[in-house]
């Protein structure tokens, strides 16, 4: 498991203990560009000498477009000094502007927009700053470069709470610091509702309002078609505390998304490539949020992981319910798993309740290890995904597990088409088409088509799991834990049952030997 700590809101990160930030940097400006202001009927227009002029004509009026480059037409020679001004509708002209300040966007409206997202480039230049923060709503930034990376400072882009905020075709370039992309949200409680109490279930909504002090989400937010990357061993793009969230269309190389404390968010169509991490770390407890038709390849782990952090608040036994949570239709090259789902913090005895998880549709290629691995979680729906594992020779296989993110060795682990553990309840495994490839001739590469096991952590309780209507096609002819002699029929070939005493519904499988 690896993780880091972050500030007083806590994400879930991952790997390597890195000093966090200990406060919240909060910021934002965001240029807007457009000659006709929505909603207020006034046209922009620039004059013969250069200057922005309107149909009002008070020159301090905050609605007014202003400019922001290094020509004598320009208005302002840096976007810090126009935000000072009292301007919330900024144009940035193409240009390098170095800075060793922090940008802090703290009026709510205010919109900054470049000439182009490659030639308008920001640079912090004081390693131990972050570049842009928003402390206001209804902020848009667009078409310009943040970039932190040049000089390995602070986070490039920075969110405190604020809603309805608009990230719009950027591109964002951080360090190995800390997040290239920081969605804080709120401040949340050091305590839920359930300390000192006996357990209990607690929703979402609970769980935020009924702690130590009452907040609420950050709404509304969405970030679309940037180009983000990050040296950053943990979390290069955090979004958190964040309710009716998009994060859709961007594309992200060298980091992971973290969605952590997320109700009623869609993370979408987003393109991520050799994530020093997971892809997409959705961080438990979350709340209807849906992780749809991304592009994922080459995390140096998992695709997506799905696990609790309550370790990072300090809570035991808060019994916190996630649900509705929807991971379809994405299409995932992974080193370790495609899909983990794990419904415990492994630094607790005990944990909350994961129930109502879809997992469909996903495309998943494999050259080792497991397609899709759940665990102690209930309600699951595990259905149409095709589970592929191609180029297994050996040259592909990890080295020893280390905290450098080499990937386990083939010696050190059980490989399976899907992996189910520990306590599972309603559990349905329907219409999944699992292929081992014609490279994949190792008895030690998708040993199994499915994989059923406990670890008796809390006692085994598997119950009520259904495996019906899989397609299981496999090019050597052999499982090596094959276990067709538990039945008169050919149901359970392809399928490893790791204990005995293991029960479960399966028929109309098809275990197909291909030529």
Known sequence: MIYIMKSSFFFSLLTISTSMKTSLLILFHYFCLAFILPGCGIVFN?????????????????????????????????????????????????????????????????????????????????????????????????????????????????EGGGSGILIKNNIIKGGNKIFALFFAGPPVSSKGANIGQEEKDETMDVYLENGESQFDFS??????????????????????????????????????????????????????????????????????????????????????????????????????????IEIKKNIIKANLFGINVEGHDVEHQTWGDVRGVGVSENEITQFDFIGVRLVDVKKVDVVNNVINFENCDDSTRGNTFTDGGEIPNVSDRDSAGIYLLDQLDEISINGNSLNKGDSCDAITVMQNALTISHLDIVGPRISEVSITNNHFKNKVGDWMHSNSSLSSTSELDGIDFQQGGITVNASDNLNEVLE
């Open 46 to 158: 620039k004059d013969a000498s250069g200057t922005a002029s309107s149909e009002a004509s008070e020159t301090d009026d905050p609605r007014i477009l202003v400019t922001v480059g290094d020509s004598n037409d320009d208005d302002f020679s840096s976007i810090k000094d126009a935000l000072i001004d009292g301007r919330k509708n900024i144009f940035v002209n193409n240009g390098i502007y170095q800075l060793d300040q922090e940008i802090i966007v703290s009026t709510d409206g205010t919109k900054i927009v470049g000439e182009s997202a490659d030639g308008v480039q920001i640079i912090q230049t004081d390693p131990e700053k972050d570049l842009l923060v928003i402390r206001a709503d209804n902020v848009t930034i667009e078409t310009i470069t943040l970039d932190t990376q040049t000089n390995n400072a602070q986070a490039a882009l920075v």
């Open 219 to 324: 709404t509304d937010n969405e970030i679309v078609g940037n180009y983000i990357s990050s040296e950053f061993l943990g979390d290069g793009i955090s979004f958190s505390v964040q309710k009716n969230g998009l994060f859709h269309e961007n594309i992200i190389e060298g980091a992971m998304i973290s969605v952590y404390l997320c109700k009623d968010t869609v993370v979408k169509n987003n393109t991520i490539t050799n994530s020093l991490q997971h892809g997409i770390f959705l961080t438990l407890p979350s709340e209807n949020v849906t992780l749809y038709s991304n592009t994922i390849s080459a995390p140096r782990y998992n695709g997506i992981h799905v696990q609790p952090q309550y370790q990072e608040h300090g809570y035991i036994n808060e019994g916190i319910i996630t649900s509705g």
